[in-house]
């Protein structure tokens, strides 16, 4: 859901921004899209000769044709994205994560990590070339995705704080494609022609490769085939028939992974406002036009006005190496060029996306940080134009559109064409992990938070479990005022459907939890935000991650996602657990008082303030099997003076070793704003300590 359109958006686009499935029959279909094309919004850049953003241009400097054929725009923007105010570095720390919170339209840059396409080797260089669009390429406030083929963390921060978070999950991405050694290998163009169109040329020259190379033939010599008929000369030796149903079959599994990966990243795109642009790094694909994927990005991208740049990491490409006379004799001069020729089409099919979606492709250079560092210079300004294609054929072909600029001496960039819509089934689209519902998988995958729902989550890191592992609480809020409940029996039931993911920073792994949450109240309305509370549990190694929630009105299909950064320390040393503040204790009969879970950092000052932490890793006295440790806290004006303070007083341990504590702290009268309290532990046999500070805030009476 939208929380505000530009002008242009508004009035072309008559297409949902985001898909919302509609249930049949009791049963939930797919997010689907309306097929018939009322309004078309094109995303257009215009460059100088040094690459840089040409502004100024009015309506009357652009014409736009749709099929050959000038259309009347109907809207026209120009949109400048600023530069937004860089997150200070001592600012205090993020405890609650919410999916509300107002924000610019900026820059939404989706980095999609092809591994399944990459070789080890230009992994390296792939690596290099997204680590120099972070480091050089982005401004405070843009936003980065950055998903990996193979599967494993979608990561998304913001710049600049997120910078460290992304090169670190970067460093743990690799190239998981791996070029055969045999004499019988086979490129993927030459296997697509071979197995898709039988075509006997093809297979003919890769024929006398593999003879070169002592591959046994079953077909007769090349002299006696010249002599005989067309249909034995046409006809291809199984030996290659065979390596070409393998090598296609094989580079189409790749690539259907990275169409998959592609869409699936493009469709969220809808529900941002923010410049997009994705950037495929990889060695490419070939174009396969049976290939249904291909069909679905292109619309994709429409849909979401994105434009999508293919970042080639071969570099300089050269003559294939089974063409060397290494593996056998030099090839024959005449098919030079046409060896040439074929292995230029390894890309083809990633080239065609960047065209198709109004993007470029940086290829044939060994340096690719000058290309995609320009990709983030003309995301700075661009101009949206509107039309009505009108009363068009609904025959599904693909209809080219051209953009012209009155100026001289400009390239113009805008995506090629669309399709039209058709009464044919629309194919599959790409599925996330099996199992997942696909808009829940929607929520998962989208760059920017969704608030079709209002969240707000926070994480709990607590004590050690096994294998090296730390109990981790999720602890969120839903406000279930945006909930449709159904009558029953003088009660009002809602269902919410969702999912938690943790992902690790440093490896890519991802942790999930599923659940359906039941709710039941009484009649009545709202008189404003009802918060819901739920936790979710995890076990997690040490490590940095990013956890997501996808929360969902099982009814009406409303959808809020949330993110929250967190970080398990090394559980071998001297730490605190996450200090639990609330102003909600339980207190069993005969039991001890416990603090109540919260995900909010807001406070009033008309009730009472506790701080609930436990300490782990202290060393343990000899001669009674018990830790001695001790704790104080201060609490303080973010930025001012110090409130109160306790000095460190020792802590009696349960009687199996447990150290925690329970604390009252008076901010009655205190004056509302942000506050942090900082909590300090110390091992006193060992020496040593350790501390945490916690922001929040005091509200009014």
């Not at 294939?320 to 040439?340: H, M, Q, T, W």
């Not at 729902?453 to 890191?461: F, Q």
């Not at 925690?660 to 942000?674: E, H, K, N």
Request: glycine letters at 8%.
């Amino acid at each position: 859901m939208l929380l505000l359109l530009l002008p242009i958006r508004q009035a072309v686009s008559q297409e949902p921004a985001a898909p919302a499935p509609v249930p049949a029959q009791g049963q939930e279909q797919p997010p689907t899209f309306a097929r018939q094309v009322e309004a078309v919004t094109v995303d257009v850049v215009v460059v100088d000769k040094k690459g840089n953003p040409v502004t100024g241009l009015t309506k009357g400097d652009f014409t736009l044709l749709d099929e050959g054929q000038p259309q009347t725009l109907l809207n026209f923007d120009v949109v400048t994205v600023e530069e937004q105010q860089a997150v200070q570095a001592n600012a205090p720390r993020i405890r609650i994560a919410t999916n509300t919170a107002p924000r610019l339209p900026g820059r939404t840059f989706v980095v999609v990590f092809d591994n399944l396409n990459l070789t080890p080797l230009n992994a390296q260089r792939a690596k290099s070339a997204v680590l120099a669009l972070l480091e050089k390429g982005l401004r405070p406030g843009d936003r980065v995705m950055l998903a990996a083929t193979a599967g494993g963390a979608w990561w998304t921060a913001t710049m600049p704080e997120g910078r460290a978070d992304l090169i670190a999950l970067l460093k743990g991405l690799d190239g998981r494609r791996f070029i055969p050694s045999g004499y019988d290998r086979m490129a993927d163009f030459e296997a697509m022609r071979i197995y898709q169109y039988s075509d006997p040329q093809m297979a003919r020259r890769v024929q006398e490769r593999f003879e070169r190379y002592g591959v046994k033939s079953n077909v007769k010599d090349q002299r006696q085939i010249e002599t005989e008929d067309i249909a034995i000369r046409n006809r291809i030796d199984p030996v290659v028939d065979n390596k070409a149903a393998e090598t296609y079959l094989a580079s189409r599994t790749r690539n259907r992974s990275t169409y998959g990966a592609i869409e699936r990243v493009m469709k969220p795109l809808a529900d941002t406002r923010d410049r997009k642009a994705v950037l495929l790094v990889s060695e490419g694909f070939v174009y396969d036009p049976a290939e249904p994927g291909y069909k679905r990005v292109v619309e994709a991208a429409r849909r979401a006005n994105a434009a999508l740049y293919f970042i080639d990491t071969r570099g300089l490409s050269e003559l294939a190496p089974f063409y060397s006379v290494e593996f056998g004799e030099r090839i024959d001069e005449k098919n030079v060029l046409a060896a040439i020729a074929d292995i230029s089409q390894e890309a083809g099919g990633s080239e065609s996306l960047a065209r198709d979606t109004g993007g470029f492709s940086v290829t044939k250079s060994n340096e690719l940080e000058p290309g995609i560092l320009r990709i983030a210079t003309e995301s700075r300004s661009y101009y949206l134009l509107g039309y009505s294609p009108g009363a068009i054929p609904r025959d599904g072909r693909f209809r080219k559109l051209e953009v012209r600029v009155k100026r001289s001496g400009v390239t113009v960039r805008a995506r090629r064409g669309y399709y039209a819509p058709t009464d044919l089934p629309e194919p599959a689209s790409a599925a996330g992990p099996k199992g997942t519902d696909p808009q829940i998988q929607y929520g998962l995958d989208a760059p920017t938070p969704l608030d079709g729902i209002a969240l707000r989550m926070t994480t709990y890191v607590l004590d050690p479990t096994t294998l090296g592992r730390a109990r981790v609480l999720l602890a969120a809020d839903a406000d279930i005022s945006a909930v449709e409940f159904v009558p029953a029996e003088g009660k009002l039931l809602g269902t919410l459907d969702t999912l938690a993911v943790a992902a690790r920073r440093e490896n890519s792994e991802a942790f999930r939890n599923d659940q359906k949450v039941d709710l039941e109240r009484k009649p009545g309305a709202f008189k404003g935000p009802s918060w819901y509370t739920m936790v979710r549990e995890f076990e997690l190694p040490a490590g940095g991650y990013q956890a997501k929630l996808v929360v969902r009105d099982a009814k009406s299909k409303r959808l809020g996602t949330v993110v929250y950064e967190f970080a398990v320390p090394p559980l071998d040393k001297l730490r605190l657990s996450s200090p639990i503040l609330t102003d909600e204790v339980q207190a069993p009969p005969g039991g001890s008082p416990s603090a109540v879970l919260l995900a909010r950092r807001s406070f009033s000052a008309a009730k009472p303030f506790y701080c609930r932490f436990d300490v782990y890793g202290a060393s343990v006295d000899p001669a009674t099997l018990m830790p001695r440790v001790a704790a104080g806290h201060v609490l303080r004006r973010v930025g001012g003076a110090t409130v109160s303070q306790s000095r460190p007083t020792e802590i009696l341990p349960t009687s199996i070793g447990g150290v925690s504590r329970l604390l009252q702290i008076p901010i009655a009268g205190l004056t509302p704003g942000d506050y942090e309290l900082e909590i300090v532990a110390r091992d006193e046999r060992a020496g040593v300590e350790t501390r945490t500070v916690e922001p929040f805030t005091i509200t009014g009476y």
